[in-house]
């Protein structure tokens, strides 16, 4: 065919790769040739801006979206957290309407936005805490993220706009505490990511009459990223009840190791602002407290990087002020939740002892429920420790009812077997 010298080319890049396109011009020795190369060069640069487009708009096409919740956190008698994700960054708000006849698109409904001293937050988790409800009230709700396109000096471009549905489906729920009266509420711990387990263990529970469900700690390995959170248990957890069923976390050990471990709280606040806090519920309180971690801050498996006794300490502080309050002193069952169990052995479980059974003991603790052990055990009540304590098994669940006759505790395994129960009266 000849040979032709090169006198031009167009470079083309999509999707990060390279494509070049060469033309080469033609002779008068050749015109079969040249009008050949003429038409390949068409071609070429044809199908390569067909190329090149479609990596655009195939970015174009990925819209924002929600990516995992929402789930409820916090719940109380006047306020809840509502918390979710996007797969890019955006604002976020909830719509809040009372549960009533109206179809959610009769009003405008109020807003209530992610923010944080006056500004909104821009990110991919989105975290509204709704304050000054009514208690025992249940209310519907829709969560929005709009994306943020770009913010340059003091102008910011929007993107699209996702949103939870309330069109084509019932808008999502929830109910305040605050009702007196029995409830039932239900406990698992060490899952370790096993969502198999988490969904035998949870189909037990008549999740949508649950007064809430506890997650008593080691839900996953070790804090890595995100996706191990919502992969390791809460998407499972989200489409079970997380949406309309409050779930409150006591934090385990392996949720302190990792480097996502500081990130906790972001996704499981809790109430006031610590991972300590107590609540109540019809005629019972508890008292949610973080063990941290089992071996001396030195261990060599923590690199230096906790400060767990000085955290201890300080639980046990707030712990010997939350006892002499009303909400405390007034409820006829008062029930401790933790993930390491007070006991004689482990440094995390002797500092649990010194530091939190001395004030639990004066302060008429009726239950202590524990994890950790990977094994059921109850250990009763002594005098060194007070109470009862229901070390709970990685494979079993209690189911507890509490009414103004009793509070009862029932352990069942994932076939289902009743393994023991305990009743407080």
């Known amino acids: ?11 083309f890049t999509a999707r990060n790769k390279m494509i070049v396109i060469i033309l080469m011009p033609s002779t008068k020795k050749n015109m ?3 009008q050949l190369q003429k038409h390949l060069s068409l071609f070429c640069i044809t199908f390569c801006l067909f190329l090149f487009a479609g990596a655009f708009s195939g970015n174009a096409q990925e819209q924002i979206k929600i990516s995992h919740g929402p789930y409820l956190q916090a719940m109380t008698d006047s306020g809840v957290s509502i918390i979710w994700t996007t797969n890019k960054p955006a604002t976020g708000w909830v719509e809040l309407a009372p549960d009533d006849s109206s179809h959610f698109y009769q009003s405008e409904r109020p807003q209530f936005f992610c923010t944080a001293n006056g500004l909104k937050n821009v990110g991919t988790i989105h975290q509204v805490h709704l304050k000054n409800l009514l ?3 249940r209310y519907r709700y829709r969560v929005y993220s709009q994306e943020v396109l770009k913010h340059e000096f003091v102008y910011v471009h929007y993107g699209n706009v996702a949103a939870t549905g309330v069109y084509r489906k019932k808008p999502l729920t929830f109910t305040t505490h605050g009702r007196p009266g029995p409830f039932e509420f239900a406990v698992v711990n060490d899952i370790h990511e096993r969502n198999n387990v988490l969904k035998q263990l949870l189909s037990q529970v008549d999740l949508a009459n649950a007064g809430f469900i506890v997650f008593n700690g080691d839900m996953i390995n070790a804090s890595m990223n995100e996706e191990q959170v919502f992969g390791g248990f809460m998407d ?3 489409a079970l009840f997380a949406s309309e ?3 409150y976390y006591a934090r385990g050990n392996h949720e302190t190791r990792g480097p996502f471990a500081s ?3 972001r996704y499981f606040p809790g109430i006031g602002g610590n991972l300590y806090y107590m609540f109540t519920k019809g005629n019972a309180c508890f008292i949610v407290l973080d063990g941290g971690e089992d071996k001396p801050d030195s261990d060599i498996e923590y690199s230096g990087i906790t400060d767990m006794d000085n955290y201890r300490t300080e639980q046990a502080n707030w712990l010997a002020k939350v006892v002499q309050t009303d909400a405390f002193k007034n409820a006829k069952y008062k029930i401790a939740i933790c993930h390491i ?4 052995g482990w440094h995390g479980n002797q500092e649990i002892k010194k530091k939190w059974v001395p004030v639990l003991n004066k302060a008429g603790i009726n239950i202590f429920i524990a994890a950790h052990e990977h094994r059921h055990r109850i250990q009763k009540s002594s005098g060194a420790i007070q109470f009862p304590v229901i070390v709970n098994s990685n494979n079993n669940i209690i189911k507890a009812s509490i009414s103004e006759k009793e509070a009862r ?3 069942f395994d994932t076939a289902g077997k009743l393994v023991d129960e305990w009743v407080v009266q």
């Open 1 to 11: 065919m000849g040979t032709f010298p090169i006198q031009n080319f167009f470079l």
């Open 32 to 34: 079969k040739t040249a």
């Open 135 to 137: 208690p025992n009230t």
């Open 236 to 238: 499972t957890a989200t």
């Open 245 to 247: 069923t409050p779930m």
């Open 263 to 265: 990130e906790f709280a």
């Open 341 to 344: 169990p007070p006991a004689d």
């Open 409 to 411: 505790f029932r352990i």
